[in-house]
């Protein structure tokens, strides 16, 4: 079973619009951490951001910001006023203290901003 | 500070032929990983180490593929004999993390592997 579920493949907006991309996980942990990762077209591979499972509060960071609520188990990312050096693809992830740290990304979403 | 170092950068090799990526973890982290990357298939993880032994390899793909990690601040994954169909990018990253303490992983830039 999927533990990190993106069912956004693809995303386009136009510059200076705001978008979310979501992420749905699944765990049975109580102690669990999330993670936003962004790759842009030159590949490397970015972190964002981190948050534990006990801290639910919402973060923001510039034009970023992330929603994390337990009851539905999602942690989703918003940026606001999207620009084109946004563009990249951008991955949720997940680490449970019970299976030895082990990382679990999803699938990704390629995000397109237009000019 | 260095980051993750990965090479080769770019390698481009005859099926048939031994690929070998190599790994430096950033001073003082104990846990690495390997990843693979593909259009296909994502991110996936092929292997981790933590404090130089192999924890959970079990994303392997066949037995031409092998990781070693003989001290802590060196990684290999090595693909033999190699196939088209192991084309891929190839990350390692590390983490400073022990037991209980799950922070980001850090990754290099990655070795993208072309396999004629």
Known sequence: AQKVTQAQTEISVVEKEDVTLDCVYETRDTTYYLFWYKQPPSGELVFLIRRNSFDEQNEISGRYSWNFQKSTSSFNFTITASQVVDSAVYFCALSEENTGNQFYFGTGTSLTVIP | ?116
């Open chain 2, 1 to 116: 500070d260095a980051g993750v170092i990965q090479s080769p950068r770019h390698e481009v090799t005859e099926m048939g032929q031994e690929v070998t990526l190599r790994c430096k973890p950033i001073s003082g982290h104990n846990s690495l990983f390997w990843y693979r990357q593909t259009m296909m298939r994502g991110l996936e993880l092929l292997i981790y180490f933590n404090n130089n032994v192999p924890i959970d390899d079990s994303g392997m793909p066949e037995d031409r593929f092998s990781a070693k990690m003989p001290n802590a601040s060196f990684s290999t994954l090595k693909i033999q004999p190699s196939e088209p169909r192991d084309s891929a990018v190839y990350f390692c990253a590390s983490t400073p993390r022990g037991p209980s303490n799950t922070g980001e992983l850090f990754f290099g830039e990655g070795s993208r592997l072309t396999v004629l």
